[in-house]
């Protein structure tokens, strides 16, 4: 190491130390990483969380204005200076073992006063920040010190990417993705509601653009109801819904067709008015659905019932009108290529069909997952077979990233897609699905969700309740760590969790600086409108043109 940058000063403990600073060398900015040794001899290794500049001569709260005055006026500029010092705070970080790698060791006993205080070497930091198997960004105190991501813990454990509009979330997510496929294969999957990333791009780009699309036909009667905007209370018009949907797919069936897409919505129009037709023309008003085990049962049609089917029939109308570009049977888990990151665009969407669209997604990962990775460990090679044929990036491990996930995962409400997020955070790992949460609101989130996720990154958060909640949400969040969040700049993160050794402030890579590019940022709205500005022509100008 080369020379000490300060001396350890006053009261020390076994998680902080103060120490002044040497004022011939250059000043250790904040979380600049430092080495001290213990009682015990042991190189521990510390972050700096704070410097102050005292004058001993000049103390706060010691004399009026013009007692410092006369100080600053009689005492020379070289007395003043020799009664000045910088003091830096720092906590402990964890003990430094030699070797090629480094393994957190909480320290034990304090650190002495007295003892030398030395800037880590970047050789010891990159031990402990590049040993990863993907580049984020670099250590924001050292730049020239590369921090990776452990990808089985970033993926397995799950991940949030949390921050105020503007601070660089699409920036990081477009950083990952390109490290994740670029350097390892990886299969991402992106739901994407503003189409921010359906221009991704860089050199050697793996993108497959997906256009939003759900089969009414093969989603669940829950997912239907939700797509339709029915509410949870109206029981009846959910009841009418399961009948007619059991009943137009064992129609089908009988009769050797195959139906989905908006052929399938016709269909259930036609049924339902099939049904108005009885209750309206017949005497008995008796009509035939299909149950749950697929009998053929009679019910009769009431007045209070032809509501609800003139409403549901309605429902159905509005979503064909509104929503038809997005209707298709075309199964989306189909189109997921492995070895890629594949966007699907829910820009246009209305948050009731996102919400609908994402649950099939999510549902259909996670189940055809389970049955893959069952069938190979239990030598079910029909299983095994069926989920290669239909869906063959499912055969491999695979990252569902959530763009706006307050939208599928609002705190405090539940809905299909919250489901779905909830059970791949607790059961994904077991069967290689990884999740990834994006938010600008943490506090709006479920709480179940974020807590799920053990790797954090989290670019500026100013609201106080936003930065509470992200706290609450991780252990590893301390309140110094609190205080930086607050203070960070457009890119810079702090990134806490199993995907990295220690918690470290990181200048997140810039992905168009890496020849890359997205949808995201923002619009320059003077340049647009001044590229459509018309030059105004004087009146006497006018005038000369027509002569």
Known sequence: ???????????????????????????????????????????VLASVRGIRNVNWLMEAGKGSYDYVEKTVRVFSSGVLGKSEALIANARVLGVLKGGTSFRQMPNRVPIKPGENVYLARD?????????????????????????????????????????????????????????????????????????EYRTLSWPGAKVNPIKASIDPAKIRLSELATLLGIAENASLQRRFLGLV?????????????VTGGLDFIYAMEDKIEEW????????????????????????????KDLDSLIRLKDYLGELRANFGEFISPVNVLSEIRPGR???????????EQMIALASFVLRGILKNRVEYVKGVRTGDKTLVREVKEMYPALTKPLLVIVEEAHIFAPRGEKNQATLWLGKIAREGRKFGVGLGIVSQRPKK????????????????????????????????????????IAA????????????????????????????????????????????????????????????
């Open 1 to 43: 190491m080369e020379g000490p940058i300060g001396i350890v000063y006053g009261e020390s403990t076994t998680d902080r130390f103060t120490f002044i600073v040497n004022p011939h060398v250059e000043l250790p900015k904040f979380g600049e990483f430092v080495v001290v040794k213990n009682r015990e001899g042991e190189d």
């Open 123 to 195: 050789e010891d930091l990159a031990k402990i920040f590049s040993h990863g198997h993907i580049s984020i960004g670099r250590l924001l105190a050292r730049e020239n010190v590369d921090v990776k991501l452990d990808v089985n813990k970033l993926v397995s454990r799950h991940f949030a990417v949390l921050a105020v509009t503007g601070a660089g979330k699409s920036n990081t997510i477009a950083v990952l993705t390109r490290e994740l496929v670029s350097k390892v294969n990886a299969t991402v999957v992106i739901l994407d509601p503003h189409g």
């Open 245 to 257: 949907y059991r009943t137009v797919k064992a129609e089908a069936r009988s009769e050797g067709r």
């Open 276 to 303: 108005i037709r009885i209750y309206e023309n017949t005497e008995e008003k008796v009509i035939y659905y299909t149950d749950e085990k697929g009998n053929r049962v009679p019910r009769k049609i009431q007045a």
């Open 341 to 351: 990151v594949n966007v699907i665009d829910l820009s246009g969407m209305e948050e």
């Open 445 to 484: 989130l479920d709480d179940d969700v974020l807590s799920q996720t053990n790797t954090k990154i989290i670019l500026k958060l100013v609201e106080p309740n936003d930065q509470r909640y992200v706290q609450q949400a991780s252990e590893q969040i301390s309140e110094d760590l609190l205080s930086d």
């Open 488 to 547: 960070l700049g457009i890119g810079e993160a702090v990134i806490v969790g199993t995907a990295m050794p220690l918690p470290a402030m990181v200048r997140i890579h810039s992905f168009t600086e890496m020849g890359g590019s997205y949808g995201g940022g923002d619009i320059d709205i003077v340049e647009e409108w001044l590229s459509g500005k018309v030059d105004e022509k004087s009146e006497e100008d006018m005038i000369g043109e027509l002569v």
